[in-house]
């Protein structure tokens, strides 16, 4: 007998990659991992593409830069507002089915946009509510698709697949951004019919998966179901190293927004237009490579139950002040576009920790709801972060303040960090969960 991937034994089965004599041997990923990364890859993709069409057009159709504001919260808060019922949706219903919905969805919502815009109508509204149910409908998506991942690839290779899904989110970030302003200036509809033909082909991805059937667990779906989001918020903080990492993603990405929006002026006043260019490339290429390297550096580093210590992120808090403190340093746009590159380096490594542990400590029952609330939490923090460093570079020109700023958060996230890691080292116990706790979180 072998242990599954919840601390069950499961029936040991010599000819599994997974038990041969050769570590790496298990570590494939199938081909309908492929098929899904490559469905997911061209939704993300449309998506992006879609995302930066709609503030541009509605600020070329209604020469309003509150439209185009209105536009771009609509989509941002409609994703914050959808997470938790998504969740819910998700966990409750076959998952590939979901992702599917969405797809279609997706399909008929860029298809009635393009008509709408052809025949005339408001473009500010039509923008908004295409926007609006875009990111709801991605978000779903993304919701839905881990549970589906660990269903369709081997514990061995969860590592390798979720450096790879990280590596694919940048990728599609820095491809569709020029690609849906490129599309603009040949038709206000063509964005949107790329929209629409990519959520056909990440359709045509799903329904070609030999995985058919992708249902929360039938014998805890009751149980997992009637436990709400509570005993989801209670199996977070349980687990020592996924509140800790989530608590310091949501310090960092308000400080990730104040060191943005200071590039932003930096790169504005020094490089014009051009420098935009630089900044997204930048944050795409050194997300892609520090997910790349995040595969490797987390393998190296898992105890022999798979599990990430929390020294990994101990690491990537006190790499993340490192990288800010050059922003403070070099108060430029050259050091700011270093800076800018090492944190989404750094943000990899934790997205590929953090990913990974979800998807080897959490049931698949709750799989989506936990994200879910993760990602709301982790999130919703970005917007104040924004306010914020629009009052500090209004305070004066000198940018030192707003990087200053980011990185007194970083230090102090670093430092909880840090405390919560000597806490565990002292106790001698890991902190997280296993399969007797996680089942009487679901029927407490």
């Known amino acids: 007998m072998s242990r599954g991937l919840y601390g069950r034994s499961r029936p040991h089965n010599p000819k599994s990659p997974a038990d041969r004599g050769n570590p790496r041997s298990g ?58 019922p998504a969740g819910m949706i998700a966990d409750r219903f076959d998952r590939r089915r979901v992702m599917l919905v969405c797809q279609y969805t997706r399909l008929t919502v860029a298809a009635l946009l393009v008509l709408g815009l052809l025949l005339g109508g408001s473009p500010g509204w039509l923008l908004a509510g295409a926007a609006a149910a875009e990111e709801s409908l991605m978000a779903l998506y993304r919701l839905a698709e881990p549970a589906v991942v660990r269903r369709v690839v081997p514990p061995p290779a969860l590592l390798t697949a979720m450096g790879r899904n990280e590596a694919r989110t940048h990728i599609a970030q820095l491809l569709g951004r020029p690609v849906g302003g490129l599309l603009c200036g040949v038709h206000r509809t063509m964005p949107f019919v790329a929209d629409a033909l ?58 990730f927004q104040i060191v943005f929006l200071t590039l932003v002026v930096q790169v504005d006043r020094e490089w014009d237009s051009f420098g935009t260019g630089w900044l997204l490339a930048i944050a795409g290429v050194g997300g892609a490579f520090g997910a790349w ?89 970005a917007p104040l972060g924004s306010l914020s460093a629009g009052f500090l570079l209004s305070l004066q020109l000198d940018t030192r303040i707003a990087t200053s700023t980011a990185t007194t958060l970083a230090l102090i996230a670093a430092t909880f960090t840090t405390y919560r890691h000597l806490q565990v080292r002292k106790r001698r116990d890991p902190g997280l969960l296993d399969a007797r706790k996680t089942e009487e979180l679901i029927s407490a």
């Open 27 to 84: 570590s494939r990923l199938p081909r309908d991992f492929a098929l899904l990364w490559w469905g997911s890859s061209v939704a993300q993709l449309g998506a992006a593409n879609a995302a930066i069409a709609s503030a541009l057009l509605a600020l070329s159709l209604t020469r309003s830069t509150v439209v185009a504001g209105f536009v771009a919260a609509a989509g941002t808060g409609s994703r914050l507002l959808f997470y938790l």
């Open 293 to 381: 390297v995040a595969s490797r550096l987390v393998r190296d580093h898992r105890t022999t139950r798979g599990d990430v210590p929390l020294r990994v992120m101990v690491w990537c808090a006190w790499g993340w002040v490192a990288v800010t403190g050059v922003a403070v340093l070099g108060d430029s746009s050259l050091s700011g576009l270093l800076a800018w590159a090492g944190l989404n380096f750094i943000g990899a490594h934790v997205n590929v920790a953090l990913n990974l542990h979800l998807a080897s400590r959490v049931p698949d029952s709750m799989c989506a709801r936990v994200n879910a609330i993760s990602a709301l939490i982790s999130q919703a923090i």
């Open 198 to 255: 990519t959520s056909l082909l990440a359709a045509v991805a799903l329904h070609c998966m030999s995985t058919r059937d992708c249902p929360a667990p039938r014998k805890r779906r009751d149980a997992a179901q009637a436990s709400g989001l509570r005993a989801c918020a209670v199996l977070i903080r349980s687990d020592t190293f996924l509140s800790t990492t989530l608590l310091w993603c949501t310090v960092t990405n308000a400080a």
